[in-house]
């Protein structure tokens, strides 16, 4: 996880955009400040939900998480706080920045790094469109993005095949209302199905199967989806989040430039975590550059910082 989140520069981006803070490359503080915080987060959310029910152990993590919350948000704060004026909000706008952009582009590249090892054959595809439409003397940017339908194509496949927020956020019912047939009485909690949208028969045959091709169909379910979210709550940071996954995924990080493949004991388990962000178990595998010029390529993208 550490490796996903300062390596793959998706705590980078968000850190550098909120703070204008540079991560160290290893054991940065802010990165083991903001882990605690998720932590505490991701699985109280788990242990508590439904978070209304009565109880005291809610009062208790609430009480042991409190802190963990207020020195995610001010630490970070501190070190950029010359630059702002001193209230709550300019201290938690970069913070949920930070805190809702980073695990869950993390959680989006760990099921696309898998998604490659189990479907060795999609890999193989994206990396020939890659080479027919980029070439191998430089690696991709943003402009090919229109010319490259297939890899789009695997992006999508990502963020439907495993949903980094399987359940969404919660929405409380203002207004009694009544859903198909269902009398919904005001003050309910609703909590979407993203996952079950997602990995409906109906609408997405095989839900199971990672197939990039289903996107390339006149017939293809609209996109974007679920996965960001509804309505005026819907994630700020979606168009941020795409372009960070898709700059991770195709560029200089993978299929460009590596080959992603199983160890020698064989492909790892599809397997996750469960809770309001949803991650693969740790895995081990192999990421090795394709040739010696994507190696020098990838060389040349480090150094220039
Ligand atoms: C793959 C990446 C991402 C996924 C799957 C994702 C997903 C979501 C979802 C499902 C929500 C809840 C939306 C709702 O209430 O309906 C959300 C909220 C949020 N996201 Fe993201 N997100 C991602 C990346 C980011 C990034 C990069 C940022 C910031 C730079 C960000 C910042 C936020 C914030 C601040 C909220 C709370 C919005 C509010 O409650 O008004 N997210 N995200």
Redesign the pocket.
């Known amino acids: 996880m550490q490796h996903f989140r300062q390596k793959s520069m998706a705590g980078q981006v ?1 850190s550098s ?2 703070y204008g803070i540079d991560m160290l490359p290893e054991n940065d503080p802010y990165v083991a400040d903001a882990e605690n915080l998720l932590r505490s987060a991701v699985t109280g959310t788990t242990r508590e939900m439904p978070s209304w029910f009565p109880g005291a152990r809610y009062k208790r993590y609430a009480r042991e998480w409190y802190p963990i919350v207020v020195g995610a948000v001010k630490t970070t704060y501190d070190k950029v706080k010359s630059k702002l004026d001193d209230i709550w909000v300019a201290r938690a706008i970069p913070a ?3 805190l ?3 695990d ?2 993390v ?2 590249l760990q099921t696309f790094t898998l998604a490659m090892i189990l479907y060795p054959e999609v890999q193989r595809k994206a990396q020939a469109e890659i080479d027919r439409v980029v070439g191998s003397s430089r690696l991709p940017d943003f402009s090919d993005q229109d010319a490259l339908p297939y890899v789009q194509a695997v992006l999508k496949g990502v ?1 439907r095949w495993h ?3 399987p359940l ?2 919660p ?1 409380k019912v203002i207004v009694s209302d009544v859903y198909e047939g269902y009398y919904i009485p005001a003050g309910s909690i609703i909590i ?1 199905n ?1 996952w079950g949208m997602m990995h409906d028969p109906a609408v997405f045959a095989e839900p199971d199967r990672f197939h990039p091709e289903r996107w390339l169909s006149p017939d293809a379910p609209a996109f974007p989806n679920p ?12 168009v ?3 372009a ?2 898709w700059s991770n995924i195709v560029g200089i990080f993978k299929l460009a430039a590596f080959d992603i493949t199983p160890t020698e004991d064989g492909p790892p388990e599809e397997a996750y975590t469960s809770g309001a962000i949803s991650y693969v178990k740790p895995f081990r595998c192999n990421i090795l550059p394709r040739s010696t010029v994507a190696a020098s390529l990838v060389r040349a993208t480090e150094s220039d910082g």
Not at 227 to 238: E, I, T
Request: hydrophobic share 40%; aromatic share 8%.
């Open positions: 968000i955009i909120a949920s920045m930070y809702g952009g980073t869950t582009t959680s989006a963020s949903l980094v927020t969404g956020a929405r979407p993203v996965v960001f979210g509804f309505g005026a709550r819907q994630c700020p940071g979606r941020l989040a795409r960070s996954v």
